[in-house]
């Protein structure tokens, strides 16, 4: 990592949110540059009492500084974006209120500064608190015009500030207006990419699930048989796979009917899930047929994970919409071998299987 990254890091976080309040800050802190540089201007070409100008430039880079700090600690002092907006609008209200007090004949300028501020507000704050920082400011100034009036006539004429404070209270108002559309506007956006993230969640879902028992499906099954195999052979993990077979399936269809025998479908992914491990994958393969992977799990435990998924099957009672059903399965079990295909693999456990039916049904053949 360059030193102009360790430097990024330390300055504004790795946080994306955290980042982002730290940009918000600093074009914020550029604002106030601009203020500051007004300001130094005034009291360069005497329009500007310098001590004032210098008091006022000193509490500004301050009150900049000092408030790095709550913007970079936000997540430790659970500061929500907008408490921290609202005390920055307050200050930069302040701030630029009183920079307008004291510039003399350039004082409409600062005008502009003040809506700017209130416009990056807007990213942070709702409709409501918009508002009220509007009205603040607005307040603010008007208080700030009338005292300077009474203060110095004839360097605050009543009719320009007048005409200054209905340009500020227009612009603010026009502001406010805004930022309430903006903010409707964002909470569409933001209510409409979490539908949109619900559809997509929805849609790979029903790409990766078996619509009858919401068991993994084949697609996705040999996708992540793929990825087993492959960490398999870097690795040398062991891999087992076994393919599994309700006994005389057709007959519950044939006796009991096509929805009955969903039904038994529904039933046997459910308890036969109930008997594998956290880190098994068990997938409907086709029909009756279903296929379970074991990862990092040697012939002996897999052969152990499939007995208890036998004796549990067995010991179950299956709804046939009449009377219960004794179910039972037979398996086959192999390991992967190493730089052999997948499919070789998935062909030795159905040899496997197809010996277990032969043998007599109800039980796990290990290859």
Known sequence: ???????????????????RQV?????????YAVCVLLLVFQSRVGVADPDVVSMLVTILVAGTLLFYLPVRMSGRLALSPSMLAMAQAVFA???????YAVVGPARASTLAILVVVLVFCAFALTPRQSYG???????LLGAAMVAMNRLEPDRYPASQELVNFTLAASMLAAVTFLTGRLSLLRDKLKTQRAE?????????????????????????MNELLAYEKERHDRKGHALSVALLDIDWFKRVNDACGHAAGDEVLRDF???????????????????EEFLLMLPDTEPQAAALVLERMRTRI??????????????????GLTVARKGEAIAATIARADAALYAAKAAGRDRIVNV
């Open 93 to 99: 209200i302040g701030c630029i209120v009183a920079a």
């Open 1 to 19: 990592m360059t030193f102009a990254s360790h430097l990024s890091h330390a300055f504004v976080g790795t946080d994306a949110r955290l980042r």
């Open 133 to 139: 920082m509007s009205m603040f400011a607005i307040a």
């Open 314 to 331: 067995a010991a179950h009672a299956f709804s046939s919409g009449e009377s219960p059903l004794k179910i039972s399965f037979s398996g």
């Open 269 to 287: 992914a459910q308890q036969a899930l109930s008997a594998v491990r956290a880190t098994d994958v068990l997938a409907r393969w086709g029909g």
């Open 23 to 31: 940009v918000y800050w600093a074009i914020t802190v550029g604002l």
């Open 196 to 220: 949109l993230a619900q559809a997509l969640a929805r849609i790979q879902e029903l790409a990766t699930r078996d619509d009858l028992t919401l068991l993994t499906n084949r697609r996705h």
